[in-house]
């Protein structure tokens, strides 16, 4: 043992900064973990259950951390499958199953039975990040269980470690420990009434243990009656899963009904063959969606302002035609019965604006945690169902509840099998919303009782609702599972508090009393959280988003796999540094700075994240507070500063030429980045020998009578110190562009900046004295009408987006805000300007050929590269787009020391190989100064990144070389 020992404490992790981000889930409740565990093999997870039984720790297993029960959390050992026992070990396609090991990700199942034909049908709003482990551990189902089931319907076999440290086999008929499964037939002999009785009433009764799998007439399946056991009886460590065809062809039936109650009322008679999916969502959710993505959410869904509630109906069929048939019919039945509040309906079988849909009601879940008023709302009763029959019926009450203990909730669910997830408004901060927090969900459970209900119709009853099981079952049968854990857990070691013995519901609640022992007055208005930096970190209830390895959110996160670096992680660890038991320095913690590092301030998370965390606008506000009274890193000095130190550069003639001459020595450059505090593998920064403020005003071109007779008018060209002091030619290219568009174009002079290197390192005070200056300057401009036109997307962003948060108090901030294009956008503009007005000059030609752009991370974040996107199609050009988000220099990041790694393994997700794999003559468009600097880094020069500015000039070149 003493090997295993030694093995086991070389992998355990016990600093802080790991104890803070298991602190919780994606529940309201919070457990610090002694240790975490990611194990490798089946004898990492054997040696770290003996070692906990060594030290007296409790064993909590986790997968992705998506549980909304605090079923993932616990004070002992916490044992996480997801980052390395992740493998699928064996698809048969001939018996339709998949040996797995727990912690393989639901999506990444699916993708490799793909080119099978196949698909593992339980699919959860959360498939892009939980894991299958989880979800036999919680029973999840997802919106395909009206076809498919829940996991434990999809399950054929269980290896499982017990407490005592032996291995055991679970399948249909019995166990490969007989002495088990002769205990299992006493169980099941002993209370056979109560199983037939009580349990497996109805697809979605989830509550407890399933017992009733146990039933001769079910097949004695010990496996299925393992799944939902939420890891208080032992540790799956091998699963056989089916696997099921995908559909030939679907068609989605979209319904909007006048009211909820009606959609929930309609669902049943969705339960019929052909019909995958039945799955509803209240009225209210679209003015969440709305807030957080913006006006146009939502725009394919049907009855959009007058529809109260929607239900989607997802038809199957071995032909497009019998899959429209079935779609159709359904929606010839609802809208000629009277009885049916059938607002308007649509059919869709485009696959795009199937997923665009789709998406809709997967983000339901982080959503919905913010009402939209911009109130918190919360878990817990959270996934409570009833027969579906009974579903328009407990919805009623439920509303009456929620106003009668002065609350607010967005349900949505699996209406056609009667399950319903709402997040509720609960004040969990005060003691006295504490006490209405207990008593609601204990009147809410009486309710889903008297409806024949399950307080949980998936993921598991956990910290949530375990005490209330009481009023679901009887003293009989939850005695059945008193005895069913001392079985398999005698000494009550795994996940206690759940199920059996369980903790109140009420204790240990994550934004409770006590989170803002340390809470400060930030920088940031934080307008939408009422100021309240710890209300803005409490946005993240931990969905998990962040944790998929699709889209652009959390580049760290899906490089490392490590929790700590996903953005749920840093709010988890803010979380508790206000608080200030793991980090009771606070403000001054080194830990909390550390879990901040490798955040790239890409605001991903701000735009993909359904609920809008923004890290980087926390980063820098943690940066802020930690250094004052410190000297900073130098990096903070020679980036944050660059752009004043630019500017003093060029007001010296020769300067610029000389410094880049001096930095061409090896020798003074290596010292010059080790003064910087700057990582030596990359490139040194080399300035234009002008600033393009200065060869702007010399070039400056005008058009005669500017404004008026049909010509544009003037546009203000915004120098920012990437293309003012170190890529001029973009910005010559940009000025020739829209001076050949017929605009006077206009060039700011003196020192103007957006403060962005400034506000990335956590220089508030001084990002604002800049912004001040700045809109000293603009103010001239600031009429309202002016567009200004920034080449630079983080420029462009921080002018949009922080300057306005940092500023609130100066009206400038935000009438720049709104005056602010990109160059895109005023091509595009133009072309249709053009075909109103004939005056008007299109003075582009087509350029044939192919791009690949490299969005930057800030453009994305803020949904801006539309006008790029149009004018590349005005000019002819087939554009791709990388999906991954960040290039990974992500501006000074990439340069601090400790990065460079990282940085590049980042461009190695997407951005290097789709490059590496592009004909000689495709374009790499890359507007962003960082993004260009990653790419010729990367190729050394042999493909480089080009901004639209400079595409646009090569058209124009062509217009004019033109007969």
């Known amino acids: 043992m003493m090997e295993s020992t030694s093995m086991i404490e070389a992998k355990l992790r016990t600093d802080r900064m790991t104890l803070g981000a298991y602190a919780s889930d994606a529940s309201i409740f919070r457990r610090v973990p002694a240790a975490v565990i990611e194990p490798e093999s089946v004898d990492d997870v054997v040696a770290a259950v003996a070692y906990a039984a060594e030290r007296g720790w409790d064993v909590t297993v986790r997968g992705g951390g998506t549980s909304v029960a605090g079923n993932a959390i616990g004070e002992g050992l916490v044992i996480d499958l997801s980052r390395r026992f992740n493998r699928i070990l064996e698809i048969d396609t001939d018996s339709r199953t998949a040996r797995i090991q727990p912690g393989v990700v639901c999506d990444d199942l699916r993708n490799a039975l793909a080119p099978y034909g196949l698909t593992y049908g339980p699919d959860p709003s959360t498939h892009s990040r939980c894991t299958v482990g989880g979800m036999i551990a919680n029973n999840a189902c997802g919106s395909h269980s009206l076809a498919w089931g829940t996991a434990a319907d999809n399950l054929v076999e269980l290896t499982v470690l017990r407490a005592d440290g032996s291995l055991v086999t679970l399948q249909r008929g019995g166990t490969s420990d007989s002495a088990l499964t002769a205990d299992l037939r006493r169980l099941r002999d002993e209370w056979i009434r109560e199983f037939r009785v009580e349990l497996g009433r109805f697809p979605r009764q989830v509550s407890g243990y399933g017992l009733h799998h146990l039933l001769d007439e079910n097949g004695f399946d010990t496996a299925k009656a393992f799944a939902g056991s939420e890891g208080t009886l032992g540790i799956i460590v091998e699963a056989v899963v089916k696997t099921v065809p995908v559909p030939s062809h679907k068609a989605l039936a979209v319904f909007a009904f006048t009211d909820i109650f009606s959609a929930a009322a309609a669902a049943p008679s969705t339960r019929r063959s052909g019909i995958a999916t039945s799955e509803g969502m209240g009225g209210d959710l679209l003015d969440a969606l709305r807030q957080s993505q913006g006006q146009d959410?939502?725009?394919?869904?049907?009855?959009?302002?007058?529809?109260?509630?929607?239900?989607?109906?997802?038809?199957?069929?071995?032909?497009?035609?019998?899959?429209?048939?079935?779609?159709?019919?359904?929606?010839?039945?609802?809208?000629?019965?009277?009885?049916?509040?059938?607002?308007?309906?649509?059919?869709?079988?485009?696959?795009?604006?199937?997923?665009?849909?789709?998406?809709?009601?997967?983000?339901?879940?982080?959503?919905?945690?913010?009402?939209?008023?911009?109130?918190?709302?919360?878990?817990?009763?959270?996934?409570?169902?009833?027969?579906?029959?009974?579903?328009?019926?407990?919805?009623?009450?439920?509303?009456?509840?929620?106003?009668?203990?002065?609350?607010?909730?967005?349900?949505?669910?699996?209406?056609?099998?009667?399950?319903?997830?709402?997040?509720?408004?609960?004040?969990?901060?005060?003691?006295?919303?504490?006490?209405?927090?207990?008593?609601?969900?204990?009147?809410?459970?009486?309710?889903?009782?008297?409806?024949?209900?399950?307080?949980?119709?998936?993921?598991?009853?956990?910290?949530?609702?375990?005490?209330?099981?009481?009023?679901m079952y009887s003293d009989r049968t939850l005695s059945s599972f008193r005895r069913v854990k001392e079985i398999y857990d005698p000494g009550r070691r795994m996940n206690p508090g759940l199920l059996v013995d369980p903790e109140p519901f009420d204790r240990g609640v994550r934004p409770g009393p006590g989170q803002r022992t340390h809470e400060f007055l930030p920088i940031h208005s934080f307008s939408d959280d009422g100021g309240s930096m710890v209300n803005a970190v409490n946005r993240c209830v931990g969905v998990g988003l962040c944790r998929s390895q699709d889209g652009a959110m959390c580049p760290s996160f899906q490089v490392t796999g490590d929790e700590v670096h996903s953005t749920r992680g840093r709010?988890?660890?803010?979380?508790?540094?206000?608080?200030?038991?793991?980090?009771?320095?606070?403000?001054?913690?080194?830990?909390?700075?550390?879990?901040?590092?490798?955040?790239?301030?890409?605001?991903?998370?701000?735009?993909?994240?359904?609920?809008?965390?923004?890290?980087?606008?926390?980063?820098?506000?943690?940066?802020?507070?930690?250094?004052?009274?410190?000297?900073?890193?130098?990096?903070?000095?020679?980036?944050?500063?660059?752009?004043?130190?630019?500017?003093?550069?060029?007001?010296?003639?020769?300067?610029?030429?000389?410094?880049?001459?001096?930095?061409?020595?090896?020798?003074?450059?290596?010292?010059?980045?080790?003064?910087?505090?700057?990582?030596?593998?990359?490139?040194?920064?080399?300035?234009?020998?002008?600033?393009?403020?200065?060869?702007?005003?010399?070039?400056?071109?005008?058009?005669?009578?500017?404004?008026?007779?049909?010509?544009?008018?003037?546009?203000?060209?915004?120098?920012?110190?990437?293309?003012?002091?170190?890529?001029?030619?973009?910005?010559?290219?940009?000025?020739?562009?829209?001076?050949?568009?017929?605009?006077?174009?206009?060039?700011?002079?003196?020192?103007?900046?957006?403060?962005?290197?400034?506000?990335?390192?956590?220089?508030?005070?001084?990002?604002?004295?800049?912004?001040?200056?700045?809109?000293?300057?603009?103010?001239?401009?600031?009429?309202?009408?002016?567009?200004?036109?920034?080449?630079?997307?983080?420029?462009?962003?921080?002018?949009?987006?922080?300057?306005?948060?940092?500023?609130?108090?100066?009206?400038?901030?935000?009438?720049?805000?709104?005056?602010?294009?990109?160059?895109?956008?005023?091509?595009?503009?133009?072309?249709?300007?053009?075909?109103?007005?004939?005056?008007?000059?299109?003075?582009?030609?087509?350029?044939?050929?192919?791009?690949?752009?490299?969005?930057?991370?800030?453009?994305?974040?803020?949904?801006?590269?539309?006008?790029?996107?149009?004018?590349?199609?005005?000019?002819?050009?087939?554009?791709?787009?990388?999906?991954?988000?960040?290039?990974?220099?992500?501006?000074?990041?990439?340069?601090?020391?400790?990065?460079?790694?990282?940085?590049?393994?980042?461009?190695?997700?997407?951005?290097?190989?789709?490059?590496?794999?592009?004909?000689?003559?495709?374009?790499?468009?890359?507007?962003?100064?960082?993004?260009?600097?990653?790419?010729?880094?990367?190729?050394?020069?042999?493909?480089?990144?080009?901004?639209?500015?400079?595409?646009?000039?090569?058209?124009?070149?062509?217009?004019?070389?033109?007969?």
Not at 441 to 448: G, I, K
Not at 617 to 635: C, D, I
Not at 718 to 747: C, I, K, R
Not at 836 to 849: K, S, Y
């Open 297 to 471: 959410a939502g725009a394919l869904l049907p009855g959009v302002g007058t529809a109260g509630g929607w239900l989607y109906c997802e038809a199957t069929g071995d032909s497009r035609e019998e899959a429209h048939t079935r779609a159709t019919q359904l929606i010839s039945e609802f809208e000629s019965d009277p009885g049916c509040s059938v607002v308007d309906a649509v059919v869709v079988e485009d696959p795009r604006e199937m997923r665009e849909l789709w998406t809709i009601r997967e983000s339901a879940a982080g959503l919905v945690t913010r009402l939209p008023d911009g109130g918190e709302a919360w878990p817990s009763w959270e996934d409570s169902s009833v027969p579906p029959g009974n579903l328009a019926g407990y919805l009623r009450d439920l509303y009456a509840l929620l106003d009668n203990h002065g609350l607010r909730g967005i349900p949505f669910g699996h209406f056609g099998e009667g399950c319903v997830h709402i997040r509720i408004s609960f004040d969990l901060g005060t003691e006295a919303g504490l006490e209405t927090f207990r008593a609601f969900m204990t009147d809410a459970a009486t309710a889903v009782a008297r409806h024949g209900g399950s307080l949980s119709g998936e993921h598991g009853d956990g910290r949530a609702r375990s005490e209330l099981l009481s009023l």
């Open 571 to 963: 709010a988890r660890i803010l979380s508790e540094m206000f608080r200030g038991e793991v980090y009771p320095e606070a403000l001054s913690s080194d830990d909390v700075k550390e879990s901040l590092d490798l955040c790239l301030s890409c605001h991903a998370c701000a735009s993909e994240c359904p609920v809008n965390v923004d890290m980087s606008v926390y980063k820098s506000e943690f940066l802020h507070q930690y250094y004052r009274g410190r000297r900073r890193p130098g990096a903070h000095y020679s980036m944050g500063w660059l752009p004043l130190t630019s500017f003093l550069l060029h007001a010296v003639p020769g300067a610029a030429r000389m410094v880049n001459t001096l930095l061409g020595i090896g020798v003074v450059r290596n010292l010059v980045m080790k003064l910087g505090g700057l990582d030596a593998s990359r490139s040194m920064i080399t300035f234009a020998n002008s600033s393009f403020q200065a060869v702007g005003r010399r070039r400056r071109h005008s058009s005669p009578g500017a404004g008026e007779g049909g010509v544009p008018g003037r546009v203000v060209l915004w120098p920012d110190t990437f293309t003012n002091h170190m890529d001029g030619q973009v910005a010559q290219d940009a000025q020739l562009v829209l001076s050949a568009m017929g605009y006077e174009v206009m060039v700011p002079s003196g020192f103007v900046c957006c403060g962005l290197t400034w506000h990335s390192t956590g220089q508030l005070t001084t990002a604002k004295k800049v912004i001040r200056h700045t809109l000293d300057r603009m103010e001239p401009w600031l009429d309202g009408e002016t567009r200004i036109v920034v080449l630079e997307p983080s420029c462009a962003s921080m002018l949009t987006e922080e300057a306005p948060r940092l500023m609130p108090e100066d009206v400038r901030a935000s009438a720049l805000a709104e005056q602010i294009v990109t160059l895109g956008d005023v091509v595009a503009e133009h072309k249709q300007a053009c075909m109103r007005d004939h005056r008007l000059t299109w003075p582009f030609g087509e350029i044939q050929g192919s791009a690949l752009t490299q969005v930057h991370c800030h453009e994305r974040s803020r949904r801006a590269h539309g006008g790029t996107e149009s004018a590349l199609r005005l000019l002819g050009v087939d554009e791709s787009t990388v999906e991954t988000g960040c290039c990974g220099l992500a501006g000074n990041w990439g340069f601090e020391p400790g990065h460079a790694d990282l940085s590049r393994d980042l461009a190695e997700r997407e951005l290097f190989p789709r490059i590496r794999g592009l004909d000689k003559d495709a374009y790499v468009l890359a507007d962003g100064f960082s993004c260009r600097t990653q790419i010729r880094e990367g190729f050394g020069g042999g493909k480089n990144g080009v901004h639209l500015a400079q595409l646009l000039r090569r058209a124009l070149i062509r217009t004019e070389m033109s007969p």
